[in-house]
């Protein structure tokens, strides 16, 4: 049997529910240096990872007039560009979607104030949506720009306007993939001085979520709680404000968030004194209407010294990693700072203990980690190191590893006498680099029994959820995608009834 469709159209109508894959997390290998260029520092700003398994660093270069370049990698850790790319002189944000079309944030100058725009890439590097302007107020001084993408690439901006009283007002805004607007300008909160923007998420029904650090209400000039807000696709507020801490003495801030497709959030954020012992890192679960799932809870196991600076990533069924830095160098100078990981599952509990993703030393001093998770659990966790005169880009990868066994497939690389008994699958992982235009799978015997095929881009399929899929009787299959977009896909064998002795191979 041969199947041959565009699928623009179906993958839109998918994506939305890619397959769950999570748990506790194995490393995909050592950590290693993103930056080519090493002459001065190298200054984090952003990862992103889409639901296609492209994984993509932003950091700002010093040493060439702080302008901001890149380096993305695919499903399988290989480099998609062949050096790091100049993106904007001025903006630290950036969002993907399944397709590998990535959006960033930049800023101009707009009369007396600053401006914020924002230009969304095809994934071969050539401009999709021309650069806009995206606060429309002129003369207004927009800063603090975050951007996030769905996976079928629906926006949410935010960015504050501060005001020469040092008020700050947060805003937000939804866009299309075509970057039209839709929703009006919301307004976060009121104006107010010490607040801050820190993480924005957009669900696939077009719903945002926004955490910021704001004044608590103790009167303390250094008291800081942790707020929450949801909007609805068309801009309807859906939740007030919520202050999500718990624990409220001295300060809590440094605030990230995670979001499934379905709208689940996770807030993390340090807080100070609460562990006994300098900042603490903690986390509170929400469900997709901003109503707290549990108790707050605290992330690092480790509370000597300093644990600080956590980000966070969630995968589609709810499953989410948390990052931080543990240092004690405040009391001991020559103590080795570390970055450090931990996973949970879906329900919020911890799947082990702590784990060390980077050991710094004396002279090697990592700090300031960012975080992103594709909805399948495929993780990049990057951090800067600083080692005596200059700065670079670390990052290590990862994938939460409860999931079921998948096989990696080349191109023309069969995997051969596969089996399995009625009722069970088999899966498989198919990294298609851009620039082609097809992609073969192909199912063939002799063997026994009867299996199906079934495919999906940067998930697992399942009987119920699929982009393509092959139920001819017997062993002798094969599915063609035409227009295919790259990025990782994944394939299922379904025991229709026990089968062996079968072959599956791709080819793009």
């Not at 050592?30 to 080519?36: G, K, L, R, Y």
């Not at 605290?298 to 600080?308: C, F, I, K, P, Y």
């Not at 299996?451 to 017997?474: C, E, F, K, N, Q």
Request: with cysteine; hydrophobic share 40%.
């Amino acid at each position: 049997m041969k199947i041959s469709k565009k699928l623009c159209g179906l993958l839109a109508a998918t994506l939305a529910s890619l397959a769950p894959v999570a748990a506790s997390a194995a490393d995909l290998g050592p950590a290693f240096i993103v930056n080519n260029y090493r002459l001065g520092s190298q200054y984090l700003a952003n990862v992103a990872v889409g639901a296609n398994g492209d994984q993509l660093v932003l950091w700002m270069d010093a040493a060439r007039s702080n302008a901001f370049f890149m380096q993305r990698y695919d499903g399988t850790g290989a480099a998609i560009q062949s050096d790091e790319w100049f993106v904007t002189p001025q903006g630290d944000t950036t969002a993907l979607d399944a397709f590998g079309n990535y959006a960033v944030t930049s800023y101009e100058k707009d009369g007396n104030g600053n401006a914020v725009y924002l230009t969304v890439y095809q994934r071969n590097g050539a401009v999709k949506v021309p650069r806009f302007k995206v606060n429309q107020v002129s003369g207004e001084n927009a800063m603090m720009a975050l951007v996030a993408s769905t996976a079928s690439g629906h926006m949410a901006i935010s960015w504050t306007v501060v005001q020469s009283s040092g008020t700050l007002t947060p805003f937000v805004r939804t866009f299309s993939s075509a970057g039209q607007p839709t929703s009006p300008v919301m307004q976060v909160a009121p104006a107010s001085t010490g607040q801050y923007v820190q993480g924005l998420a957009i669900d696939e029904t077009g719903g945002v979520g926004i955490v910021w650090t704001g004044r608590s209400n103790t009167g303390a000039a250094h008291d800081y709680d942790v707020f929450y807000r949801r909007f609805g696709a068309a801009g309807s507020s859906q939740s007030p404000a919520l202050k999500v801490n718990s624990y409220t003495p001295d300060s809590q801030g440094n605030c990230r968030l995670g979001m499934t497709p379905g709208g689940e959030a996770i807030v993390t954020w340090e807080s100070t004194g609460q562990d006994g012992s300098y900042r603490g890192v903690y986390g509170q679960r929400l469900d997709r209407y901003g109503i707290k799932q549990g108790a707050e809870f605290r992330v690092n196991e480790t509370t000597l010294g300093d644990q600080a600076g956590s980000r966070v990533g969630m995968a589609e069924d709810g499953s989410f990693v948390v990052s931080w830095i543990s240092s004690n160098r405040t009391d001991d100078p020559t103590a080795a700072a570390k970055v450090m990981l931990r996973m949970y599952g879906p329900n919020g509990t911890a799947l082990g203990g702590e784990q060390v993703a980077y050991t710094g030393t004396s002279t090697m001093v990592p700090d300031l980690t960012s975080l992103g998770v594709s909805p399948a659990g495929e993780a990049m966790l990057a951090w800067r190191v600083y080692n005596g005169s200059d700065v670079d880009v670390y990052a290590r990868r990862y994938v939460l590893d409860n999931q079921p066994a998948v096989t990696t497939l080349s191109s023309n690389g069969p995997a051969v006498n596969l089996s399995a008994n009625a009722g069970e699958w088999r899966y498989f992982k198919v990294t298609v680099p851009t620039g082609h235009t097809s992609l073969t799978v192909t199912l063939s015997g002799p063997g026994t029994g009867n299996a199906d095929i079934y495919g999906r881009l940067g998930g697992l399929p399942s009987a119920a959820t699929y982009t393509v899929v092959s139920r001819a009787p017997g062993n002798a299959e094969q599915i063609v995608i035409n227009n295919v977009p790259a990025g990782t896909w994944y394939f299922g064998l379904y025991g229709v009834s026990t089968f062996s002795g079968v072959s599956f191979s791709a080819t793009y």
